[in-house]
């Protein structure tokens, strides 16, 4: 349970910094915190209890079954409102809203995110860049309709493995190599400033590893997940902490010590 609500909660790691650069120096952590604490977990809660009261009652409700593997998620939420009839139209509309909403920081971290791999690439304009991601993702969804939910649940579980890894390093570089010297933001374009993210890309790989060896997916079972239970157990998360997080601090440390930075 703790991977699933933490795979769910995980997407805004990668996309946090995009954001939350614009805060003033002297925002305290603790409203950073909580700002994030409440956006993304009072949510999140509320929204799993709602999907695990709607999972719970399939077990009685042969019709809401039959939806759900015909039509799949969104036709059954519209069939369980339905008795509430303009209200459950009303909050399909909102739900609805909801969904692109959320894709809206995805989508323009994704520009931001082509730009900073090349300064070659950053002379695009962020609009074009966006566009493109918009186009892409619109294309994909049109061709794989007609399994989509498939698709996006067999996607959407391996998002928690790499967010792990990155949620460790960032986190471990920013309490044990950074807790004095803090962050020097107008350096991000001078790779001779920048360390050099060798320990960061081989902790990473390290995590995917770990991540591999304890998945449990529809399509594979890690060889320590087959350890528990007949059906194996989902040790992805757990594992990549392990991986990524006891080697970064050695690898980090060894970079430092080469590299001065």
């Known amino acids: 349970m703790f991977t699933i ?3 769910s909660a995980s997407g805004f790691l990668p996309i946090a910094s995009d954001y939350y650069i614009t805060y003033p ?5 603790w409203k950073t915190f909580s700002l994030t604490w409440i956006g993304i977990v009072v949510p999140m809660v509320f929204f799993q209890s709602v999907g ?5 009652a399939l077990g009685t409700n042969e019709d809401w079954v039959d939806v759900y593997y015909d039509q799949g998620y969104g036709a059954l939420i519209g069939t369980v409102l339905k008795p509430v009839h303009g209200f459950g139209t009303f909050l399909m509309v909102i739900f609805f809203l909801g969904l692109v909403g959320n894709n809206i920081p995805n989508t323009y971290s994704a520009g931001l995110s082509i730009q900073a791999l090349s300064p070659r690439l950053a002379v695009i304009p962020r ?3 966006t566009l493109l991601g918009v186009i892409i993702y619109t294309v994909c969804g049109v061709a794989g309709r007609g399994n989509l939910m498939t698709i996006i649940s067999n996607f959407l579980s391996v998002i928690g493995y790499w967010t ?3 949620f ?5 570089e920013d309490l044990i190599f950074r807790r004095k010297s803090g962050y020097d933001f107008d350096s991000y374009i ?9 320990a960061a890309v081989v902790s990473f790989l390290l995590g995917i590893v770990g991540a591999v060896l304890g998945m449990n997916q529809t399509w594979y079972v890690g060889v320590v997940a087959r350890q528990i239970g007949s059906m194996g157990g989902e040790l992805g998360v757990f594992s990549v902490f392990i991986f990524a997080g006891c080697s970064y601090p050695v690898l ?5 010590r080469f590299s001065g930075r």
């Open 168 to 172: 460790i390093i960032v986190l471990e």
């Open 25 to 29: 120096d002297t925002t305290p952590r």
């Open 127 to 129: 609009l074009i860049w």
């Open 252 to 256: 980090r440390y060894l970079e430092r």
């Open 5 to 7: 609500c933490f795979g």
């Open 164 to 166: 792990s890894a990155l």
């Open 190 to 198: 001078t790779p001779h400033k920048l360390p050099w993210g060798a």
């Open 52 to 56: 695990l009261a709607i999972g719970s």
